[in-house]
């Protein structure tokens, strides 16, 4: 059994974590310095999207993590699809929405963000082709028995 993936995946998530929790520290202090000379439609914006993405960013690595080690189907496709339908819409919008005013610190930030999202949806799709396959064969074994 190759378990390469999954290692790969594992620490692609736990870097991520790292970057996050940097990520919210930065974001949030930029964010709290700008918010007097940003548009009302764009604060309003940002700052949903800011709280939006530290709910879905802790549950989407939680998800990862967990179900990455026990290699379990659901959460990994749920990891899967908070990915690809939620988070790279709501890094996308801070990371190219010239109405933001952002810092090159946070265009660094939120393009780290963006990338180590990208090599998860590729790695997390691999680990979940994988972990489907244990559980079609831990399936097909007790049904023969």
Request: hydrophobic share 55%; proline share 3%; aromatic share 16%.
């Given at each position: ?6 290692l ?56 990862g ?15 899967l ?8 819409p ?18 660094v ?37």
């Amino acid at each position: 059994m190759n378990y390469r993936n999954m290692l790969l995946l594992q620490k692609c998530l736990y870097f991520n974590l790292y970057v996050f929790l940097v990520w919210i520290l930065v974001v949030s202090f930029f964010l709290f310095m700008k918010l007097s000379i940003l548009g009302h439609l764009t604060k309003y914006l940002a700052l949903t999207v800011f709280t939006l993405l530290i709910i879905i960013e802790s549950t989407r690595l939680y998800l990862g993590h967990y179900g990455n080690l026990s290699c379990r189907v659901p959460e990994l496709a749920g990891f899967l699809m908070l990915t690809t339908l939620m988070q790279m819409p709501l890094i996308s919008f801070f990371l190219f929405n010239p109405y933001l005013l952002s810092t090159p610190t946070e265009i660094v930030l939120h393009g780290i963000l963006w990338v180590v999202t990208i090599f998860e949806v590729v790695l997390s799709f691999l680990a979940l082709r994988q972990a489907s396959s244990i559980a079609k064969r831990i399936y097909l074994k007790q049904c023969n028995n």
